[in-house]
């Protein structure tokens, strides 16, 4: 046959290059992905070049049907749905959030819904399971795109999935179980298996049998799943194609010791493996696998590769759905997986040792994972290969086994009523456990934060197209025999020259991060000559019951701020400005500081006595970092700029009227930034300074309380922006703030209407942009 011995792999590559054509990939990368027809080409043969061509037209009108059918027929209008749960909902607290399938509409969407009562909530954990029907009102909405630049843009996300809408319930009722198909009676059985897990296991040991068995880790809680990421070893938190082929040999050595053939071993594995896809979840890198392995199975006589069975994977999955190119664990579980079995023939046949083969495949992972690793979270841990080495085979040979082993006996033994005599076995698991999280604690102490990941930035697509270009040139020199240092150097260049530029930059840049109700500007200098922040934001939260509270909270540091600073290449902030002590000016500072070095924290004297900037000044401590008290007067200048802290007067702490204000001029304009304050502080500072300035951040979101007509004479902006949060509670801004802008013939740019304010500059010229024009 033509496609035998890796011919296969070429059908693929061609497959990706017609997608590439009709997905919204840059033109930069569809070059790239046509390059491979080189290659075909010059194989010579006429047979594979026909079939070649034959899938890459194909792929062609099948990414063309894919886009034809993602459209949506439901209205803003339509409030009310009879809706169907395929799979469990994720239930947190009081917040119930699902994919439902809506039978009349033939259509999907996301369900969000507030639970009102304890009640209630225990009423939908009772009730729902994958084939429940209920009944839902409320109100239907557009999912937004990124309102800060280089973030999740979970629009797009949805799409990937053909959902076009998110629905937030006002009710939810008259759920019952309707018909059930094969998918969701499998899901169902996921769904009984995870409450088994719950039910038996210690508590502690819970959410890694969910995650190792089940593929669901949502009940980590982010501090811990924080540390995962921090040691580059999260994915052992989800099940890995190793998983399933160690279940598919041991059940295979099961089968064959138990007496049965060789022949319908494979068939009883032929029928498990997509069940066990389904029970994990369905994720992909467990579909690749699952797969890959039910081709290797059932081809006669060994006549495909794993080389072959991948790449008919691929194909597999790009004609189900094109857009799962798109999706990290896809893209990770594929290029691992390929330059793994291009270097088995090569680069790890020159060693029979195990431990060095372990090795070299730890290497091999970690730097085809780099460049996706940099364009999708902008950091790279620098001890990830360390880590794995350690714990890898902890997680896959001892731990996965060993809760199988316990979550197998659980279920004959509750059916038996025997479970009393696993309790040594549960204390075995949970002392494993505790052993393993200790050593993850110990190595996460040793490797703090700040360096125990390398901040890269986001690339290009032309940059990270050359880093994969030296990915490739690195396996190929490697394979040549070339010392590794040797081998990696272009790779090396081609990253610290990526670096060098992001931080020595000629241009600067101004952002008014969009994060909600609050405050956060950037001010990154050109050549970095300095890089500040001026407040961080910060979410307001209340007072919950017990069974309200979630478990992931959303954080404006964690969720928006430092991945932003991140994307931007930033590892440290020079200054630090919290304008005064109001959450939402500096309620993600504590966060700020674990993660990113800060040189030097402002605050206006006395702000310390307030509890919440007593807590942050605390935690800068805690950090060692530098605070300096200051107020009017205060200044510093450098190359790009000047700047000077205009407010406030006095060591009184008036709240938002001493709000730290900073007057400052580069890149070709003047800027007035006034944190919260109001016009009696309005009027300190005009009394005090004789100042204009041709951009004004609007004091206090655009409050009525601030921007008095007084202070918009004297100051004369051209442009003011107003930080502040969609539909907001408060009404900002007030409209007899924007009324007194206009009059003046002052542009307004707004946060809460065009997402995130940027102005670049070169030298002495710039220009401003929104993320929604």
């Not at 009108?61 to 799979?87: E, P, V, Y």
């Not at 009081?94 to 509409?105: M, Q």
């Not at 990124?146 to 008259?174: C, M, P, Q, V």
């Not at 404006?556 to 000016?585: A, C, E, F, M, W």
């Amino acid at each position: 046959m033509i496609f035998i011995q890796g011919l296969w792999l070429f059908i693929a590559l061609a497959s990706l290059s017609g997608f590439s054509v009709i997905l919204p990939v840059p033109w930069g990368a569809v070059f790239f992905f046509h390059l491979i027809w080189i290659q075909i080409v010059r194989t010579h043969n006429r047979k594979l070049v026909f079939k070649a061509l034959t899938v890459y037209i194909l792929s062609i009108l099948a990414g063309l049907w894919s886009h034809s059918t993602h459209i949506t027929h439901l209205k803003a209008s339509d409030t009310s749905f009879h809706m169907l749960f395929q799979n469990g909902p994720s239930i947190d607290g009081n917040l119930l959030k699902a994919k439902v399938f809506l039978p009349e509409k033939k259509e999907r969407l996301v369900l969000q819904y507030t639970i009102p009562s304890q009640m209630k909530k225990a009423e939908l954990q009772r009730t729902i399971r994958p084939g429940t029907e209920c009944i839902a009102e409320g109100k239907l909405s557009e999912p937004e795109k990124n309102r800060n630049e280089n973030l999740f843009n979970y629009k797009f996300y949805l799409e990937e999935e053909n959902i076009h809408w998110t629905f937030k319930a006002g009710s939810l009722d008259f759920c019952k179980q309707g018909k059930t198909g094969m998918a969701e009676k499998i899901e169902a059985l996921r769904e009984k298996g995870m409450e088994q897990v719950q039910k038996t296991f210690i508590p502690a040991t819970v959410p890694y049998a969910e995650a190792l068995l089940f593929g669901d880790s949502s009940n980590f809680d982010d501090q811990q799943y924080a540390m995962f990421q921090r040691l580059g070893v999260v994915h052992l938190l989800a099940i890995s194609g190793l998983q399933v082929n160690i279940l598919a040999y041991g059940l295979f050595f099961i089968l064959i010791r138990l007496g049965f053939t060789r022949e319908s071993s494979r068939a009883v594995l032929l029928l498990i493996l997509p069940i066990y896809a389904i029970i994990c979840g369905s994720n992909p890198p467990v579909v690749r696998a699952v797969f890959m392995s039910m081709l290797l199975l059932g081809s006669k006589k060994n006549m495909l590769s794993g080389l072959d069975a991948l790449s008919i994977s691929f194909l597999v999955c790009m004609f189900y759905n094109p857009c799962l190119l798109f999706n990290i664990g896809f893209q990770l579980s594929f290029l691992v997986s390929l330059s793994i079995l291009l270097s088995s023939r090569t680069i790890l046949a020159r060693q029979s040792n195990a431990l060095v083969n372990m090795m070299k495949i730890s290497l091999v992972s970690q730097v085809v994972s780099l460049p996706i690793l940099m364009y999708s979270f902008f950091q790279i841990s620098v001890i990830s290969l360390l880590t794995n080495l350690i714990f890898v085979p902890f997680y896959s040979f001892l731990l996965t086994p060993l809760i199988l082993i316990n979550f197998v006996l659980s279920l004959i033994c509750d059916v038996k009523g025997l479970t009393m005599i696993l309790h040594p076995l549960f204390f075995l698991l949970s002392n494993l456990l505790t052993i393993l999280i200790k050593a993850e604690e110990i190595i996460a102490e040793q490797f703090n934060q700040k360096w125990a990941v390398l901040v890269t930035g986001k690339p290009c697509v032309f940059l990270l197209l050359g880093l994969f270009a030296c990915v490739f040139l690195f396996y190929i020199l490697w394979e040549k025999g070339y010392k590794l240092w040797k081998a990696g150097i272009p790779f090396l260049v081609l990253m610290t020259g990526f670096i060098l530029f992001q931080t020595f930059n000629p241009f600067g840049e101004v952002t008014f991060i969009d994060i909600g109700q609050g405050d956060s500007i950037l001010i990154k200098l050109p050549f970095n000559r300095g890089i500040y922040l001026i407040d961080t934001g910060g979410e307001v939260s209340f007072e919950q019951e017990n069974w309200e509270k979630r478990l992931h909270q959303f954080h404006v540091g964690n969720d928006i701020l430092i991945p932003y600073l991140k994307s931007k290449g930033i590892r440290k902030i020079d200054k630090l400005i919290l304008t005064h002590s109001d959450q939402d000016h500096i309620g993600a500072a504590r966060e700020l500081m674990k993660e990113i070095g800060i040189q030097t924290l402002y605050i206006s004297p006395n702000a310390w006595r307030k509890p919440l900037m007593y807590q942050t000044v605390k935690a800068a401590v805690h950090e060692r970092i530098p605070i300096e008290r200051i107020k009017a007067g205060y200044s510093w200048k450098n190359a790009s700029g000047f700047f000077l802290i205009v407010s406030p007067l006095t060591d009184v702490y008036e709240g938002n009227n001493s709000s730290l204000v900073l007057y400052a001029a580069f890149g070709g304009e003047t800027w007035l930034f006034t944190g919260d304050l109001e016009k009696k502080g309005e009027e300190r500072l005009l009394k005090a300074y004789n100042i204009q300035a041709n951009i004004l951040k609007a004091g206090h979101h655009g409050s009525r309380t601030a921007s008095s007509e007084k202070f918009i004479e004297q100051i004369k902006p051209k442009l003011a922006v107003i930080s502040a949060g969609k539909n907001n509670r408060f009404g900002h801004p007030h409209q007899e703030v924007l009324d007194t802008l206009n009059s003046h013939h002052v542009l307004i740019l707004r946060t809460d209407q065009m997402g995130a304010v940027h102005y670049r500059f070169f030298q002495n010229h710039g220009t401003f942009s929104v993320e929604f024009p």
